[in-house]
């Protein structure tokens, strides 16, 4: 989602031509570049039998339904490689974040010298999520691993695991489901299609571009007296 500030704010350009230049890095699997974001999905049960459509027609529910809970979805995804990992959790909490990392580092990337994480600010995607859920030396070993670069506060379209977001929702999500086990099996049907498929994302806004289009982002500058 576009959400950009109406006028000159140096702490977003800070992060945004930060996160802009960690995208114009050539791919390296000794340093993978990861971006990670999370989204939410209402459970949902019918309250009748849905009725399957005559051919042409589409299939009819009823309007009533049966709220049954929330699942988390945490996505991880490496735009240069065409790969996503999608884990879900009943919370969002600091430890279910930490622990994907971890498996994340261990499980997916026990090569990577380091893995550059592009996220946003929320403050469960901190180095101190790590030590709430493991003892000291683990938590320090996983952070050695781990490269943070913030989007900026309403720059969440910065974040390519946004746009990947996106398409699950639009190919997997839009729809009523009532079961997390259900909502599992799907999930990893599309991420293993997408994988299969090495699905990337194309970006290309640049440093260049945003000092160009959003010019009215950059502060005027100033200059201490006697300068």
Same mark, same amino acid.
């Given at each position: 989602?576009?959400?950009?500030?109406?006028?000159?704010?140096?702490e977003?350009?800070?992060?945004?031509?930060?996160v802009?230049?960690?995208?114009?890095?050539?791919?390296?699997?000794?340093?993978p570049?990861?971006?990670?974001?999370?989204?939410s999905?209402?459970?949902?049960?019918?309250?009748?039998?849905?009725?399957?459509?005559?051919?042409?027609?589409?299939r009819?529910?009823?309007?009533?339904?049966?709220?049954?809970? /929330? +699942?988390? @979805?945490?996505?991880?995804? &490496?735009?240069?490689?065409?790969? !996503?990992?999608?884990?879900? %959790?009943?919370? =969002?909490?600091?430890?279910?974040?930490?622990?994907?990392?971890?498996?994340?580092?261990?499980?997916?990337?026990?090569?990577?010298?380091?893995?550059?994480?592009?996220?946003?600010?929320?403050?469960?995607?901190?180095?101190?999520?790590?030590y709430?859920?493991?003892?000291?030396?683990?938590?320090?070993?996983?952070?050695?691993?781990?490269?943070?670069?913030?989007?900026?506060?309403?720059?969440?379209?910065?974040?390519?695991?946004?746009?990947?977001?996106?398409?699950?929702?639009?190919?997997?999500?839009?729809?009523?489901?009532?079961? /997390? +086990?259900? @909502?599992?099996?799907?999930? &990893?049907?599309w991420?293993?299609? !997408?994988n299969?498929?090495? %699905?990337?994302? =194309?970006?290309?806004?640049?440093?260049?571009?945003?000092?160009?289009?959003?010019?009215?982002?950059?502060?005027?500058?100033?200059?201490?007296?006697?300068?």
């Amino acid at each position: 989602m576009w959400c950009i500030p109406p006028q000159a704010n140096a702490e977003f350009v800070w992060k945004m031509e930060d996160v802009l230049e960690v995208y114009k890095r050539p791919y390296d699997p000794l340093r993978p570049v990861i971006c990670m974001d999370e989204t939410s999905k209402q459970l949902i049960g019918e309250t009748r039998v849905p009725l399957d459509g005559a051919p042409g027609q589409p299939r009819r529910v009823d309007y009533e339904y049966e709220r049954k809970g /929330v +699942a988390d @979805l945490f996505m991880f995804f &490496e735009p240069l490689r065409g790969w !996503r990992q999608v884990w879900i %959790a009943p919370q =969002r909490r600091k430890v279910e974040w930490a622990w994907f990392v971890k498996h994340l580092l261990e499980d997916h990337y026990p090569q990577a010298q380091r893995v550059v994480l592009v996220c946003d600010n929320l403050n469960t995607h901190t180095g101190g999520a790590l030590y709430e859920a493991f003892p000291p030396a683990e938590a320090k070993q996983l952070l050695d691993r781990l490269e943070f670069h913030y989007t900026p506060k309403h720059g969440s379209w910065l974040n390519m695991a946004e746009t990947e977001l996106s398409v699950l929702a639009g190919q997997c999500l839009d729809r009523r489901i009532d079961e /997390v +086990a259900f @909502l599992l099996r799907e999930v &990893e049907a599309w991420v293993a299609e !997408r994988n299969h498929r090495e %699905a990337k994302v =194309r970006w290309r806004f640049t440093t260049e571009d945003a000092r160009i289009k959003l010019e009215k982002l950059y502060p005027v500058l100033e200059y201490p007296q006697g300068a």
